[in-house]
C-alpha cells in the first residue's frame, strides 16, 4: 500500500522510454573496494535503479554499469578529477570512459562522499535526469546537519505529532529494528549526518550504562549511513548519578565525573559525537545554579569529550520567569557577553528566532552578534506552533527566509553566511533541526510533513537553497517527476507557510496560542502565573493599538541587532510590515502601504489565510486520480480539518480583537457565516 513509509526514496518506474533508457545505460552496479558504507551505497543504488527501470536488478560486471569508488582507486586516480576540493563529503557524478567501458561514475575522497553521491545520482534520475548526461558535485557547506529528536525514555515525543518515539529503548539494545536502517537511509540520502537521539529535557538515565549500550546499538546501526550519535545531557547528572552533592561545573569532582562518562560513552561508541546541552532554561539545571557562566558549563564538558573529537552544543535558548527583560532580549543579553570565552569543540545552538519557533519571527540577534563563537542554528521542523501534524505547512520558506536574512554587521552578511562559518571562517559549524519523526507509517504525521524533513537536510547541506527547487524535487520523488503533479503540489506548497501566518499571527504577531498544547487560537488567555508565556505578554492590544514595543520607548530589543538595522526597525515606516507588530506598538488606525489600517489589514490577513487553504483543498481535488488513493484521501482529510481550523483562527481572533479595539468590522468584510 502506499502508506508513505517510502517517503522520497520510492523509485517507482519511471515513463517508458526514461525506464528503457536505464536499463540501457546503467546495466550494472559495481563497487571498487570493500567498507560497510560502499555496501550500503551499492545496495542502495540497485534498489533504486532496479526500481526506477522497473526490472529485476542486473549483476556482475556489462558493458555500461554504475561504478562507486574513492578517490584511492587506481583507474579513478588516473583519470584525475577535481577531487581536492570535495573535502570528506563532497562528491562527483559523471558520465565517463573507464577501463574500455562507458561508465557512470560515482566518486568522492570518501566512502561516506560517495554514498552522498549516489543518493544524489538516485535523485537526479527520480526527478527526471538521464545517465547520459549526468554530472553533479556538490560538498556540503555545513559541517554537522544534526536532527534533535525531543524524544522521551519513556517513549513519548515532546511536541512530536507522528507517533510515539521510533527508539524502542525496551527491546534496545538486542533487536535491531529494521526501521532504524530505514531512518538511517532517509537521512543520508538528504545529508543528515548526526542524530540527538534524546529531549532536551533530559532525564540523567540516558547516561546510565544500560541506555549507553542501546544509544551503541543504534550508533552501529546508523555508522556505515554517515550518521553519529549524540546524548542530551541533564546538566545534574553527576548529582542524580553520581552521588555528588554538586554539579557546579568548576568543581574538580564535577569535571572528574563528566570525565570517566565521556570515557565510558567512547569506549561503546568509539565515534561518539557528544553532548547537546539545555541548561538554565524553563527550569533546567545549569551553571547558572553555581553562579557559573554558560560558558564555564560548556567548556567543563568540552574538556570531558575533547581527547575524543567529541564536541558540545550548547544551546543558548534560556530566559527566566524571575527575569523582568523582554524575553526577546534574554538570550543575548546572557550570551553575547560570552564571545570568544567558549573552548574550541564548543558550538552554541541559537533558535532561529528570539522568542520560540513561530509561524514567523525575525532572525535571531545573535546571528552576526558573537563573530568569535560559531554558532549553529536550530529550526523546529515538528510544528508546535504552526498546526501540528494536520496542517500543511511547507517550512522551506521559513528556513530560507531566515537564512537569507542580512545581520547587516558586516555588509552582505546573511544569517547562512554565520551558519556556514563563511563570515568568520569557523570550520565548526551546523544546522540543529528538531525531528518531526514518529512510529507512524509515513514517520511525519502526513505527507506533507515529509517535506519539512527533506527540505532541512538540503538546507542544511547548503543554506543558500531557494525553497521551490527543493519543493519540486521532493514533490518529484514523492508523487511522480510530471509537471501536471509537481506544478500544482509545488504551488500549494510554497504559500502554505505564509497562509498559516495570516490566519494564526498576522503582521508579525506571535504566541497567540492557546497555551501548553499551543494548539488553536488563545490571544485572550492572561492567567498563566509565568507572565511571559500568556499571549497578552506578546500582543499587548489595548483600546488604542496592538504590538509589542521593542523600540527605545519600549524593551528596546532592536538595539540587539546591528547599528544600521536597529535604526531601520526602530521607525514603523522602515520595519518590514511582515514584522510590524512584533517591533511595534501601534494605533488600529495607522495606514500601511496597502492603503488600508493595521486593524483592515489584519483582517484581510486573516481572510487571505483562510481563502489560501481553501484554494489548495481544490487543487488538492484536481490531483485525485494522479495520486494514489492512501495519501490522497489522508491529505484531502487534512486539508478539510485545517480549513476548519484556520476559519477558527480567523473567527476567535477577530472577534477576541473586537472585544479589545471596539471596531466594527473593516468595510466590505462580512461578519462569520
Ligand atoms: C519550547 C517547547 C518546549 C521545549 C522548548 C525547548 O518551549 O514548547 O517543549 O522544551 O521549546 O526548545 O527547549
Known amino acids: 500500500?502506499?502508506?508513505?513509509?517510502?517517503?522520497?526514496?520510492?523509485?517507482?518506474?519511471?515513463?517508458?522510454?526514461?525506464?528503457?533508457?536505464?536499463?540501457?545505460?546503467?546495466?550494472?552496479?559495481?563497487?571498487?573496494?570493500?567498507?560497510?558504507?560502499?555496501?550500503?551505497?551499492?545496495?542502495?543504488?540497485?534498489?533504486?535503479?532496479?526500481?526506477?527501470?522497473?526490472?529485476?536488478?542486473?549483476?556482475?560486471?556489462?558493458?555500461?554499469?554504475?561504478?562507486?569508488?574513492?578517490?584511492?582507486?587506481?583507474?579513478?586516480?588516473?583519470?584525475?578529477?577535481?577531487?581536492?576540493?570535495?573535502?570528506?563529503?563532497?562528491?562527483?557524478v559523471r558520465s565517463t570512459t573507464f577501463g574500455g567501458r562507458r561508465v557512470t561514475l560515482v566518486t568522492a575522497n570518501t566512502d561516506r562522499g560517495v554514498l552522498y553521491g549516489s543518493f544524489a545520482m538516485l535523485r537526479y534520475l527520480q526527478t527526471g535526469g538521464s545517465l547520459a548526461s549526468i554530472d553533479l558535485t556538490s560538498t556540503p557547506r555545513v559541517k554537522l546537519r544534526v536532527l534533535n529528536h525531543w524524544d522521551n525514555l519513556d517513549g513519548v515525543v515532546e511536541r512530536g505529532y507522528a507517533g510515539q518515539s521510533l527508539w524502542d529503548w525496551w527491546t534496545l539494545p538486542d533487536f535491531r529494528d529494521p526501521r532504524y536502517t530505514d531512518y538511517a537511509r532517509a537521512n543520508a540520502s538528504i545529508g543528515i549526518n548526526g542524530t540527538v537521539l534524546n529531549n532536551v529535557n533530559a532525564k540523567a538515565e540516558s547516561l546510565t550504562p544500560r541506555y549507553?549500550?542501546?544509544?551503541?546499538?543504534?550508533?552501529?546501526?546508523?555508522?556505515?549511513?554517515?550518521?553519529?550519535?549524540?546524548?542530551?545531557?541533564?546538566?545534574?547528572?553527576?548529582?542524580?548519578?553520581?552521588?555528588?552533592?554538586?554539579?557546579?561545573?568548576?568543581?574538580?569532582?564535577?569535571?572528574?565525573?563528566?570525565?570517566?562518562?565521556?570515557?565510558?560513552?567512547?569506549?561503546?561508541?568509539?565515534?561518539?559525537?557528544?553532548?547537546?546541552?539545555?541548561?538554565?532554561?524553563?527550569?533546567?539545571?545549569?551553571?547558572?545554579?553555581?553562579?557559573?557562566?554558560?560558558?564555564?558549563?560548556?567548556?567543563?564538558?568540552?574538556?570531558?569529550?575533547?581527547?575524543?573529537?567529541?564536541?558540545?552544543?550548547?544551546?543558548?535558548?534560556?530566559?527566566?520567569?524571575?527575569?523582568?527583560?523582554?524575553?526577546?532580549?534574554?538570550?543575548y543579553t546572557e550570551f553575547k557577553p560570552l564571545d570568544g570565552k567558549f573552548a574550541d569543540n564548543v558550538i552554541v545552538q541559537v533558535k532561529n528566532g528570539a522568542i520560540d519557533f513561530q509561524p514567523r519571527e525575525p532572525f535571531h540577534p545573535l546571528f552576526g552578534a558573537m563573530p568569535k563563537t560559531p554558532l549553529m542554528i536550530e529550526f523546529q521542523i515538528?510544528?508546535?506552533?504552526?498546526?501540528?501534524?494536520?496542517?500543511?505547512?511547507?517550512?522551506?520558506?521559513?528556513?530560507?527566509?531566515?537564512?537569507?536574512?542580512?545581520?547587516?554587521?558586516?555588509?552582505?552578511?546573511?544569517?547562512?553566511?554565520?551558519?556556514?562559518?563563511?563570515?568568520?571562517?569557523h570550520t565548526l559549524t551546523g544546522m540543529a533541526g528538531v525531528a518531526n519523526i514518529g512510529r507512524d507509517r509515513d514517520w511525519a504525521g502526513s505527507t506533507f510533513n515529509q517535506a519539512n524533513w527533506y527540505?532541512?537536510?538540503?538546507?542544511?547541506?547548503?543554506?543558500?537553497?531557494?525553497?521551490?527547487?527543493?519543493?519540486?524535487?521532493?514533490?518529484?520523488m514523492t508523487f511522480a517527476p510530471t509537471p501536471a503533479i509537481v506544478d500544482p503540489v509545488v504551488g500549494m506548497?510554497?504559500?502554505?507557510?505564509?497562509?498559516?501566518?495570516?490566519?494564526?499571527?498576522?503582521?508579525?504577531?506571535?504566541?497567540?496560542?492557546?497555551?501548553?498544547?499551543?494548539?488553536?487560537?488563545?490571544?485572550?488567555?492572561?492567567?498563566?502565573?509565568?507572565?511571559?508565556?500568556?499571549?497578552?505578554?506578546y500582543h499587548?492590544?489595548?483600546k488604542t493599538g496592538i504590538g509589542f514595543d521593542r523600540t527605545k520607548t519600549g524593551s528596546d530589543a532592536v538595539a540587539q541587532y546591528a547599528p544600521a538595522l536597529a535604526r531601520r526597525l526602530a521607525d514603523p515606516a522602515t520595519t518590514p510590515e511582515r514584522e510590524l507588530l512584533w517591533f511595534h506598538h501601534l494605533p488600529w488606525d495607522r495606514r500601511l502601504a496597502s492603503g488600508r489600517t493595521v486593524w483592515a489589514e489584519m483582517?484581510?490577513?486573516y481572510d487571505a489565510g483562510v481563502d489560501y487553504v481553501s484554494t489548495m483543498r481544490r487543487q488538492w481535488a484536481l490531483l485525485q486520480f494522479s495520486i494514489d488513493a492512501e495519501r490522497w484521501t489522508k491529505t484531502a482529510t487534512y486539508l478539510a480539518v485545517q480549513e476548519r481550523e484556520a476559519r477558527w483562527w480567523r473567527d476567535a481572533s477577530v472577534a477576541y480583537w473586537m472585544s479589545v479595539n471596539h471596531l466594527p468590522l473593516p468595510p466590505g468584510v462580512a461578519p462569520p457565516a
Open 1 to 92: 500500500a502506499e502508506d508513505g513509509y517510502d517517503l522520497w526514496l520510492r523509485y517507482r518506474p519511471l515513463a517508458t522510454n526514461d525506464a528503457a533508457a536505464l536499463q540501457r545505460d546503467a546495466q550494472s552496479v559495481e563497487r571498487r573496494d570493500d567498507t560497510p558504507t560502499l555496501r550500503v551505497a551499492v545496495d542502495e543504488v540497485r534498489r533504486g535503479l532496479a526500481g526506477l527501470s522497473g526490472r529485476a536488478s542486473a549483476d556482475g560486471t556489462s558493458a555500461h554499469p554504475v561504478v562507486l569508488a574513492t578517490g584511492a582507486d587506481r583507474d579513478v586516480a588516473a583519470l584525475r578529477l577535481p577531487l581536492a576540493t570535495l573535502g570528506d563529503e563532497g562528491y562527483l
Open 212 to 331: 549507553i549500550a542501546k544509544a551503541a546499538a543504534l550508533a552501529d546501526v546508523f555508522r556505515p549511513y554517515g550518521i553519529k550519535v549524540y546524548l542530551s545531557a541533564r546538566f545534574s547528572a553527576p548529582i542524580e548519578l553520581g552521588g555528588l552533592k554538586t554539579a557546579d561545573p568548576l568543581d574538580p569532582q564535577v569535571a572528574a565525573w563528566w570525565k570517566a562518562k565521556a570515557d565510558e560513552i567512547y569506549r561503546a561508541i568509539p565515534d561518539f559525537g557528544g553532548f547537546l546541552v539545555k541548561a538554565n532554561s524553563e527550569g533546567q539545571p545549569g551553571p547558572r545554579d553555581y553562579h557559573r557562566s554558560h560558558a564555564d558549563g560548556a567548556n567543563m564538558l568540552a574538556a570531558a569529550v575533547a581527547p575524543h573529537g567529541g564536541i558540545v552544543m550548547w544551546r543558548a535558548f534560556v530566559y527566566a520567569d524571575t527575569d523582568p527583560e523582554d524575553r526577546a532580549k534574554q538570550a
Open 382 to 425: 515538528t510544528k508546535e506552533y504552526l498546526g501540528f501534524a494536520t496542517h500543511l505547512a511547507y517550512l522551506g520558506p521559513l528556513f530560507a527566509e531566515t537564512l537569507a536574512s542580512e545581520t547587516m554587521q558586516k555588509p552582505g552578511e546573511t544569517v547562512a553566511n554565520v551558519v556556514d562559518g563563511v563570515a568568520e571562517g
Open 455 to 476: 527540505a532541512f537536510g538540503r538546507m542544511a547541506w547548503d543554506p543558500t537553497l531557494a525553497a521551490a527547487p527543493v519543493a519540486r524535487e521532493w514533490a518529484a
Open 493 to 537: 506548497m510554497m504559500g502554505s507557510r505564509e497562509a498559516v501566518v495570516d490566519y494564526m499571527t498576522p503582521l508579525g504577531l506571535a504566541h497567540l496560542m492557546a497555551t501548553g498544547h499551543h494548539y488553536g487560537p488563545g490571544p485572550w488567555v492572561a492567567d498563566l502565573k509565568r507572565s511571559e508565556w500568556n499571549p497578552v505578554y
Open 540 to 542: 499587548r492590544a489595548d
Open 603 to 605: 483582517v484581510h490577513d
